[in-house]
Structure formats: C-alpha cells, structure tokens
C-alpha cells in the first residue's frame, strides 16, 4: 500500500528529486543532514543561503496559491516533496515557520497590504520569522499570555517576555500573542502582532538543551515597537488566528518525518545485531513492536493523507501524540540496547553521538507543540465530542 | 449465544442467503461475488462490533480459504457453491491440546491405505467444530516431525469414527469443540493440496483467519470505545459529566489513537491479501499483534470507566472482555506475532 501517484504527481516526485539531487550533492553538499533534532542550531547562515536558493528555483512554500508565489501544490504534492527532502538529506530548514504558520495565518486571516508586504520574502527565503506564543506562565494554558502591547502614537509598544522561540536568534520577525486589553476575559483580550526581531527593544537569550545544543531561545521585549497596521485578524482577536494558525499543520511534513524515523529505526537494529541483544527475546519483542509502530505510523499518514475535505480527520487528531511517543520509546530501546556503552560519548567535552542526540530531545517531542496531555484533550474533545472541563 | 450450537440459525439463514454475505469473497465461477479481502474488512469490523455470534468466521475465512488456497477445481466445485449459498458450513481443525501455533502442534497422524488415509488422532480448539458441516483436518503422516509430512484432509463432520463434542469457555460468543478421530477414512480425494505441503497451507490460511480476526478485533475495540464515551457524557459525579474530567478524557483519546492505529494495521493486511504480497506474513502478524493488544486495552478500559456497573453480568462490557481475551490467543498471541515479526525483519 502506497500513495496512489497520477503521472503529473510521479513527474513531480522526479522533477523535485533530480533537483535536491544535484544541489545537494553539489554546491550544498556540506549541509545534508544537518539541522536536524538536537543539530538545529549548527550551519545557520549557510541554511539561509541554502533557503533562498530553494525560493529561487521555486521550492519555497510550494503548497500555496500561484498568485501568491507558490506552486498550487496539493497536501499529497507536498507530502512528496517533503519525502524526497528528507531522501536527499536536506538540511534543517529554518523557513520553516514562515513557510508553514506565519503564511497561511496571512493568507487566511490577513490584510492585502500584510500579505503583499510579507509574503513574497518568506517565497524567496529572504525573511526568517519565529513564533512568539509561550511566556513563562503560559504554557499548555496558552490564553493566559501576559506580554503586553500598548498603542502610543502610531505604534505599538511591547513589554513582557515570551519563552521556547525556536530559531529566535537567526530570525527577522517574529509574531507575538500580546494582550491589548487587561480588562476583557483572557480569550478576548489578545492581538497576533508582527514585530521586527532587529531593534533596540529586543533581547534574545538562547535556552541550552539536555543534549547541549540550543534550538530554543527567551525574548525579552522591553519597549520593543510594531507598526500600528502590523496586527493580523483585528485588534484582540488574536486568540481566534492562533488556533487558526495551529489547525494549518495538516500533516505535509508527515512522511519525510517518517522516512527519518526508518533511518532511525534501521540503526536500532544494527545496533542489535552488533552487540548481540538481537538474540534475546525480550529485545526481540520490544524491536518488533517498534517495527510494527512504524508501519502502522505510514499507514495511518496515508489514510490521513488521503483524506478529501477541509476538517482535521482522527488521524490527524492522533498523530502527534502517536509519533511523538513512538520516537522517544525508540531512544529509550535505542539506549537500552546498548547497554553500558550507551554511557560513551563521541569526544570530549561533551561531544554526543547522533544516537544519543535524538535519544536526548526525542524527551522535548512529548512536550513542544502541545503536549501529549493537551493533545489528549483534543483528541478527547475534537475527536469524541467530550465535554470541556471548566476553565 | 447460550444454546449449545453457539448461534442462532434464523441469523445465519439471513445473512448468508439474503445478504448473501457468505457469497462475496468466493469467486463467481462457484456461485460467489469474486469481491476482494479487502471489500470484507469493513463487514468484519462490524461483526466484531456486534460480537455477531454465528459460523461465519469459521465457514469464510478459514473454510473457505483454506479451500481457495489449496483446493483442486474438483474439490472446489464441491464445497465453495455450498459455502456461498450458506448452506454448508465449514472449519479448519489444526491445533490440538498441546497449546502450541506451529507444526509441532500437529500431532494426529494419518497412513495411507490403499489409495485413500486412515486419520487418527484428538484436535482441539477448533471454531464451530461441533457443528461444522465440513472439518478440515491437519494431521501428519506417522513418523514424521516438523512441517515436513504434514497434510490436510477435507473430512465431513458425520464421518464414521468422527466424535466431536463442544468445548465449554468463558467467551460465549465463539463455540470452540473437540473433535477427535478414532481411525477415520477418507478417500484420496480427501487430500486438499499436495501431500506433505500441508502446513504451509494451514499457514497460509492462518494469515488471512488472521487479518479477518484483527478487523473483527478494531470493531470490537471501537465499540468498546463508543461504549466508554457514550457513557462518559451522561454519567454525572461531583456535578458534572465524567467525561470532563482528563482522567476519563485521557484514557478515552490514547482508545482513540490505538483504535485508528489497529484499523490501520488490519486495513494495510486486507490490502496485502487481495494482491499475493510477500509481505504478507509480516503484515498479518503485525496486524494480529496490535489489534489483539487495543482490544483487550478497550475492553479493559471500558470496565474501569464504566465503574460499578461495568463488572456486572448485566452490562455487555464483560463479553468485550472475555471475547478480547479468547481473540488475543486465537492463532497465536501477541508474543508469538512479535517473534514472527522479528524473524522476517532479519533478525
């Protein structure tokens, strides 16, 4: 069972595949495979160089409409495409965010002027955004966002500081949840601001992972300034386009993301053969059912992908909580399978191999981008109709 | 259910001659549908659903099967125009009292005698085996271990020598039976495939009783599920539905991701099935494996979220729960489907 491919979409696979093939075996052929999990924060000017190379031969945000600068792709166009990235050991992409929620956000809820402003740098990779949503006491309550915006004059005036921005350091923009009004109830008080990442008013401090590497960073704002007009979807409407925002997540990136967890999961198992835990019978089991997740993991994005309509199916529902918990169980047998020699790093100082790095961060899967609890919650109220707890 | 033959035969008479469910997998050159494994997954997950109590399972997708896999036009001829009229019904008797899923497990034997087969021995297990129009039988010729020399034989169920008797279980809603055979013969053209190739064929045929099981197994869990949910929105403690609490929400949303996940697994095999995929085997075991795991999980979990009145003889839970429980050993438990998982990913 596969995805069922007209011949225009085979011809697409092949197009995009001879094109990855020859720049990243060619100019860019030091980045493959970099930016991955745990490596996100290695190569940054290069993997820009390396997205607005992309934005010119038209491989930027190739799902959305032509007039906007994309390709028209449909969800199963980009699924491909996004498979034969990860083939060919594409680096990291640290468009990524403007690519896939700052622009449908605009293109959804935005004005012709922010859309004209905005969209066509994050089209040719000359615009790198970050996404500006959990503050120290906002986390899974998101609603509860205390970074606070004042209008003075034309401008807007930030105060507050948000927390777990990924790729703050390297990024032009970012869009902030701000409160605009104390006084209304804490859903209706908020404004989707664009703010420039390159002024006085901003700090940035990187956030040191477990593994070492630091993906994510603290923004301090502190009298940091927006422009007046800069607010997507009218001013303390906010929290409707951030929940918008995270319903554009349809699943593209689905199965590249699967074809990194085979590569993941085929080490698993030479290092079973290696050190002889393939002969036990306990690791036997804990393989297969590994194995056995990552089949059902394919088979359940298909389904999705295959899925006609605009509403999130339930395998869409279940899918972050399904992959997230399936990556971080395969670190744990990755590591168990080792057995003492899972302890040995690569060098000194503190040099992890690549196993022990996704083995590390796999731990932030099961929290970022909603956590297996919250997940649970929607797939609980979205998915089976279950009432609301109170809030 | 309670009656001893296990079913309710007006049931069966509508099914399969008014629905002519029995007729949509044979081929139309025996009367059937010719309809793929894949178009009978969605009427397996409603069975399971149901817990539909009747030789349906037994008839199709081992009878049947077994039949389709390894019978001659003459044997087929015979048999298959019966099976889609639901007007024989038919069984496959592998496994004996040793508990064992592999060729070891077949210890009747058979000998030759003249041209036909002299059948001895005690099989057990076997679905509908009382009542069964049609036994299919593995023994192995004497002497002989391993798969090597082991054969299968179509036996009626009124053969002389043939005594069969129901097998009392805690699941109610599938009648297993003893059948033992006290020198029973059988012509030669009683021998169904080629001789001593007999438990590849039972294996074969195992594989699909399997991925028919597992869709009957994400049904079954889903209505476990239906079940918990439904439940969770009406029954109200400390003044509100406990389906609001994220202790009930929790465990209802990881049926949910299990539930999908089985379906699947067992949709995928369907999909093998039809098309004499080499992966077959592994997708069958995979499918086996996960979807005994998530309903026993539901069934499990609908008892603990219907409190009280979830452990009664009253409420339905417990017949999720103990037919989970009988479909997670059937054809080999979980443990076993992992070991063959393993095996075929080299390792």
Sequence with gaps: ?391 | METEQGYDSATWEQLSEELAWTALTIPEDYGGLGMSYLDLHPLMEEMGRALLCSPFFSTICLGANALLLGGGDAQKEQHLPGIAAGETTATLAYAEKNNRTDAEGVEATYSRNGSGYILRGDKSYVIDGHTADLLIVAARLENSDGAEGVSLFLVPGDAEGVKRAWLPTMDQTRRLATVELGDVAVAADALLGEEGRGWDLCERTLDLARIALAAEQVGAAERCLDMSVEYAKVRKQFGRPIGSFQAIKHKCADMLMMVESARSAAFYASALAGQGEPDLEEAASSAKAFCSDTFFHCAAENIQIHGGIGFTWEHAAHMYFKRAKAAEALFGAPSFHRERVAKRMGL
């Design chain 1, 1 to 391: 069972m596969e995805l069922q491919l007209t011949k225009e979409e085979e011809a697409f696979r092949q197009e995009a595949r001879a094109w990855l093939q020859e720049q990243l075996n060619g100019p860019f052929k030091d980045l493959r495979g970099r930016g991955a999990s745990g490596d996100q924060d290695t190569y940054i000017e290069e993997r820009i160089a390396w997205g607005k190379t992309m934005g010119a031969a038209g491989w930027n945000c190739i799902g959305w409409p032509k007039e906007l600068g994309g390709r028209g792709c449909t969800i199963k166009e980009e699924a491909v495409f996004n498979e034969e990235y990860v083939r060919a050991n594409g680096p990291g992409n640290v468009g990524h965010i403007g690519e896939t929620l700052l622009g449908p956000t605009l293109i959804h809820f935005g004005s012709p002027e922010q859309q004209k402003r905005f969209l066509p740098p994050i089209v040719s990779g000359e615009e790198i955004w970050c996404q500006g949503y959990s503050e120290p006491g906002a986390g899974s309550d998101l609603a509860n966002v205390q970074t606070k915006a004042t209008l003075v004059g034309d401008e807007w005036v930030i105060e507050g500081q948000k927390i777990w921005t990924s790729g703050a350091q390297y990024s032009d923009w970012c869009f902030v949840l701000c409160r605009t009004d104390s006084e209304a109830p804490k859903h209706r008080g908020i404004s989707y601001i664009l703010v420039p990442m390159r002024q006085e008013g901003i700090e940035v401090r990187p956030i040191k992972q477990m593994g070492g590497s630091s993906e994510f960073a603290e923004v301090f704002f502190d009298g940091a300034k927006a422009h007046e007009d800069h607010v997507v979807g009218g001013i303390n409407n906010g929290w409707k386009v951030a929940m918008g925002t995270l319903a554009f997540e349809r699943g593209a990136s689905t199965l590249g993301q699967q074809y990194l967890f085979q590569k993941e999961f085929e080490q698993v198992v030479a290092v079973a053969k290696r050190t002889g835990a393939a002969n036990d019978p306990i690791f036997r089991q804990r393989i297969a059912d590994a194995g056995i997740g990552l089949k059902i993991m394919r088979v359940n994005a298909l389904r999705m992908l295959e899925h006609e309509g605009a509403d999130l199916n339930r395998e869409a529902l279940i899918s972050k909580l399904y992959w997230s918990n399936w990556h971080r169980d395969l670190g744990k047998l990755a590591m168990d399978l080792l057995g003492p020699e899972a302890e040995l790093l690569e060098g000194a100082p503190y040099e992890l191999t690549g196993m022990q790095k996704w083995y590390l961060f796999a731990r932030a899967d099961t929290i970022y981008a909603g956590s297996n609890q919250v997940q649970r919650n929607i797939i609980g109220e979205r998915g089976l109709g279950l009432p609301k707890e109170p809030r």
